[in-house]
């Protein structure tokens, strides 16, 4: 049997506290240092945390938050879900990720995406009409990068490079990098082409769904003479002791983040029957331990994928429940799936 790894992930969501107000960011960013610490003592394999820059998730410089984290741990993997490479530099992403590598002992990853949250674009002053061009062009500077110690590259998004060291160098074991696909064809070719592992963001729906994805990646590894990559899913889920509990917990901070969410970008307001419905067939990994170990393997088998990363923050869901979901999934989740699949 082929080796599965497990992770978690998380937007550093801004959650209730005890007495029911909003806590601030600032603790809501301790508390992820926290939460990872506690994964990686129950020996979960992954944390990855998402680059935003709005006012309900806390994490807008994951690099920082990692490098804590790293001061916190011992063994376990450290990355992004994901960075938004469109609006950075390809070169100073490199250098924070390389920095965190050497700090940790070669424990750092990097998850590339475009972002389907857009307000880093006018943040930082980018033209979000050039959302394509500028994806491309800076993820060919960053395969560059990640592969050779002195580059020459030149592009349509930045001064050209002329045999240019980079600092820090990465070590013996190089830099993991996965691009992020939310459903498009297009990125599924473009981590081929680039020959990187694929993560797949199934937020919705059947994950058998993207299947599709996963044939035409192999389809096209065949076609560029590529040897296949391992293959990842992040999807959202929260444990608990039963199944009624844990949907009881998620129900009122799954419905806040959608419908905030939703408000922005025209979408109708969740009901529970379409929440019900999502934790029974789609891609709501909501339950309790061997319910969701159940819908895991079946995922993994479905799609033939090497990573499970479980975003395990579901907006404002107090830091607690959080705590008691990551417990049950590092003790009872993984050990189940790992049974179920052998």
Not at 85 to 105: E, K, M, N, Y
Not at 316 to 333: F, W
Request: include cysteine; charge should be negative; charged fraction near 25%.
């Amino acid at each position: 049997m082929r080796e599965i790894e497990f992770g978690l992930d998380s937007f550093g969501d801004v959650t209730l506290g005890a007495d029911g107000a909003m806590l601030s960011q600032a603790q809501v960013l301790r508390n992820v240092v926290e939460e990872a610490a506690l994964a990686d003592s129950l020996g979960v394999d992954f944390i990855g945390l998402g680059e935003h820059h709005r006012d309900d998730f806390a994490i807008s410089a994951p690099e920082m938050v990692l490098s804590h984290i790293a001061a916190r741990t011992t063994r376990i993997r450290l990355g992004t879900a994901v960075t938004v490479l469109s609006s950075d530099d390809p070169i100073r992403v490199f250098q924070r990720f390389s920095t965190l590598d050497a700090l940790s002992g070669g424990r750092a990853e990097v998850i590339l995406g475009r972002g389907s949250f857009t307000e880093s674009f006018p943040l930082f002053g980018i033209d979000l009409r050039n959302y394509e061009m500028l994806f491309e062009d800076k993820l060919d500077l960053f395969a560059r990068l990640i592969r050779e110690p002195v580059v020459t590259w030149s592009g349509k998004t930045r001064p050209a490079l002329q045999s240019q060291p980079i600092y820090p160098p990465l070590g013996p074991n190089g830099l993991k990098t996965w691009i992020g696909v939310g459903g498009s064809p297009e990125s599924v070719v473009r981590a081929v082409r680039h020959d990187l592992p694929m993560m797949l963001a199934i937020i919705g729906g059947d994950p058998r769904r993207f299947l599709p994805f996963v044939e035409l990646y192999q389809r096209a590894c065949g076609q560029l003479g590529r040897q296949p990559r391992p293959l990842g899913v992040h999807s959202p889920g929260h444990v608990a002791a039963t199944d009624a509990e844990a949907r009881e917990q998620v129900w009122p901070h799954f419905k806040a983040l959608h419908d905030r969410i939703g408000g922005e970008r025209g979408w109708p307001p969740t009901d529970r029957a379409r929440f019900e419905a999502e934790a029974d067939h789609g891609s709501l990994y909501v339950g309790a331990p061997e319910t969701v170990a159940r819908k895991i393997a079946s995922t993994i088998e479905a799609l033939g994928i090497g990573r499970f990363q479980m975003k395990y923050s579901n907006g404002p869901m107090p830091h607690d429940l959080l705590m008691q979901s990551i417990r049950l999934y590092a003790t009872e989740v993984i050990p189940m799936v790992r049974d179920l699949l052998a």
